[in-house]
């Protein structure tokens, strides 16, 4: 019912703004961006009587929805974003396998639009498609130490296992025949600098521009007396972060081991081999960690994971479940993990519960950590 209530809002919004009638369906959440504006599309009839997609940007400060783009055929866009003056998007499209095309994997497609006027709209592919999710997301920050006629947005691009890369797409202010000045993108922009080689897990805190990733590395070294002296070969999964200023480059400011049971190493690939496509909060994962971090501006980090740590044994399962075959077999177990940081204190929680069939999100601990 609430769902349907926005959708309502929205379309009444539309309507405000046009003296034509409005048929928007299909709305979907695609995106979030640092000053709480929200990303989506939805699906309307155009004049010839066709069905486009529509792809816009919702203010929540203003209350105002403004159409960004609108494609002349429906496409199964799962994210996207908008720098902070909106004349340029970056979106990803998903392909999924149908009887029509030759695709056997669903591949992962990012796109960049220019939303200038009088500008070449034409999307540009800004890579080839992947079977490996690709997520992409614009840095916010005014920077100064660029010329007053130039402008260097930025936008980072995540692709799941491989990298995550920063891409910047300069616009130039152009002085016109009658003496008037306007901005202009001409589709070149330098090659991309690669900030992490590879990552298990992603995460982008929009409102604080923040990027948080799982990789794996070998464990330092401890000479200790009594503690268990690990295999240079193994990699322990680690969670750092990025902070990304407007003037000042990208810096680490979180480097801390993490406890991952039952997580394949980067080497093995996607221990589920199915994608998790979150837009809001934007992560980058596959369906074998079901982690997520919140946070604020006082320096307080939740981390919040969910996951399946061991099939019970025949001996418990039958003291539990006594002679249900049936439940004995589907029955597992799960662990809630909430670690809270701040100011170098650390608290960790876990409990765990056992499940019959499918399991529940841990979506409950999360409402009580935010509150």
């Given at each position: 019912m609430a769902f349907q209530n926005i959708a309502v809002k929205l379309c009444g919004i539309l309507q405000s703004q046009s003296k034509q009638e409005i048929t928007a369906r299909e709305w979907r959440l695609i995106g979030q961006e640092q000053d709480g504006s929200q990303m989506l599309t939805w699906i309307s009839t155009s004049k010839d009587g066709e069905d486009v997609l529509n792809i816009g940007v919702y203010t929540n400060k203003t209350k105002t929805l403004s159409t960004l783009y609108t494609f002349g055929h429906q496409l199964n866009i799962i994210q996207a974003s908008v720098n902070s003056t909106q004349s340029l998007l970056v979106y990803v499209e998903k392909v999924l396998p149908t009887e029509d095309n030759e695709v056997k994997d669903p591949l992962y497609r990012p796109f960049l639009i220019c939303l200038l006027k009088g500008s070449d709209k034409t999307p540009i592919e800004v890579e080839e498609s992947s079977k490996k999710q690709i997520m992409v997301q614009y840095v916010y920050g005014k920077s100064n130490k660029y010329s007053p006629g130039i402008r260097n947005d930025r936008f980072i691009l995540f692709k799941h296992l491989e990298c995550i890369k920063?891409?910047?797409?300069?616009?130039?202010?152009?002085?016109?025949?009658?003496?008037s000045e306007k901005w202009g993108f001409d589709?070149?922009?330098p090659e991309p600098e690669t900030i992490v080689k590879v990552f298990s897990w992603a995460q982008w805190d929009c409102v604080n521009q923040v990027l948080y990733y799982i990789h794996y590395r070998q464990p330092t070294?401890?000479?200790a007396e009594g503690e268990e002296v690990k295999s240079p070969l193994e990699m322990t999964p680690t969670l750092s972060a990025f902070q990304f200023h407007a003037d000042l480059p990208y810096e680490t400011v979180l480097n801390i081991p993490l406890s991952l049971p039952h997580v394949a190493g980067l080497g093995e690939g996607a221990a589920c081999g199915a994608y998790e496509d979150d837009p809001v909060p934007l992560r980058v994962h596959d369906c074998s960690v079901d982690l997520q971090i919140l946070c604020d501006q006082r320096g307080v980090l939740c981390i919040c994971h969910h996951y399946l740590y061991k099939p019970l044994e025949d001996s418990m399962t039958s003291l539990v479940l006594e002679d249900s075959i049936d439940l004995k077999d589907s029955g597992v177990n799960f662990a809630?993990?909430?670690?809270?940081?701040q100011h170098g204190c650390v608290v960790h929680s876990v409990g765990s519960r056992l499940a019959l069939g499918e399991s529940k999100s841990f979506a409950a601990i999360i409402h009580f950590v935010r509150r």
């Open positions: 920063i891409y910047r797409t300069p616009m130039f202010l152009n002085e016109c025949d009658d003496g589709g070149i922009y070294q401890s000479f809630y993990s909430i670690t809270l940081l």
